[in-house]
């Protein structure tokens, strides 16, 4: 113990000797070095490796490059003095390197905006390759190289045409809306217990819905009918439909799809227990149930048609949907307003079904 004791005073002496002749800024700098280090250790307590980042490399070499070499071997340093020697020159050096490199040659950076209008038509245009999109390019105007647009395309991902081309589901939905309907049957339970069955259609491209009818027998003459006045109703109201989708349900009999296809429409069936072929039609029946149908006690099918009734018109005329913008299927959305602050606006409500509905609109 004595001993320990009297090492330790003969070292502390020592390095008191040898911190006199330096001054408080050498020693500022030792402190500062000394401190930086055990902040490294800090961060490396589960024994890895010790990694000094290039932060780490600057600080010390800016630190200690200034100290005498013989100060620098006292210090206790987790690296040898010539590594640290070595991180200050090359410091030096790149900011040298820095400071004397010459102009920027060579093909100039694409602009951002080219880019992203290339990214645009390869993400609209599946069937597109480099070359397409780059022949388009040159008609708007815009003259790059078919390699750069390329390197482009590569970049961000995007896989080749041939690997895009293939058209999903969505995709085709998106394509044909204006020329698309669906429909489906859904049921409802009178107090009484009886049964009904609802046959609706909606539109992709408006979202107007049709009720073509409810009945408590959907037999093969009332589903026949069902579709003939579908068909005059979209002659009468000029609508140029190509296909109609509808799911594999029983209630559907041949003729449904004969009158249909004499009209010119392609019945497109959805596959079995995939729901989201014909989502659009789910999601209304969703919101009929939603809004109308589980607020509602119905009485008999009379009572039904009416309420339907009030419904399809609420749907088609006063109610937004955000698929198409917010917009209404048979109603223009109002000029909005000019005054940034108005005073005060007049809003009047309307009521449906007894107040189960309530529509909104501007007073005169």
């Known amino acids: 113990m004595l001993l320990r004791l009297a090492y330790l005073g003969v070292t502390n002496t020592l390095a008191l000797l040898r911190l006199l002749p330096m001054s408080d800024r050498d020693k500022d700098a030792e402190i500062l070095a000394l401190r930086h280090q055990i902040t490294v250790l800090e961060r490396q307590l589960h024994g890895e490796k010790i990694r000094f980042t290039r932060t780490d490399r600057a600080w010390l070499a800016a630190l200690l490059h200034r100290l005498p070499r013989n100060v620098l071997r006292d210090i206790r340093l987790l690296v040898r003095p010539e590594t640290v020697l070595r991180w200050h020159r090359d410091l030096i050096a790149r900011r040298h390197a820095r400071i004397s490199r010459p102009a920027r ?30 022949g388009e390019l040159l008609v708007l105007g815009v003259k790059v190289a078919a390699s750069t647009v390329w390197e482009i395309l590569k970049g961000a991902g995007v896989d080749p045409a041939p690997q895009r081309a293939a058209t999903t589901w969505a995709t085709f939905l998106r394509s044909q809306a204006r020329t698309i309907i669906a429909a489906d049957f859904f049921e409802t339970t009178t107090l009484t217990g009886a049964r009904l069955y609802v046959l609706a259609v909606i539109d992709h491209a ?158 005169a």
């Open 105 to 134: 040659v060579g093909r100039p950076p694409t602009v951002r905006s080219i880019r992203r209008l290339v990214l645009r038509l390869a993400r609209e245009n599946s069937t597109w390759g480099y070359r397409r999109i780059h």
């Open 206 to 363: 408006t979202r107007r819905v049709r009720i073509l009818g409810a009945t408590a027998h959907p037999t093969v003459g009332w589903v026949t009918q069902a579709a003939r006045n579908l068909v005059m109703d979209l002659e009468d109201a000029g609508c140029r439909v190509t296909y109609l989708i509808r799911d594999r349900d029983g209630r559907y009999p041949a003729m449904f799809d004969a009158v249909l296809a004499d009209a010119g429409i392609t019945v497109v069936r959805s596959g079995v227990r995939i729901p989201r072929m014909n989502s659009i039609m789910e999601r209304w029946i969703q919101a009929c149930r939603h809004e109308l149908l589980d607020r509602t006690l119905i009485w008999n099918q009379a009572h039904l048609i009416h309420a339907l009734r009030e419904y399809e018109r609420h749907h088609n005329r006063h109610r937004p949907h955000r698929g198409i913008a917010n917009a209404r299927p048979l109603r223009p959305l109002p000029e909005p307003l000019t005054d940034p602050a108005p005073i005060r606006l007049h809003v009047r409500r309307h009521d449906r079904l007894g107040g189960l509905l309530h529509e909104y609109e501007k007073a």
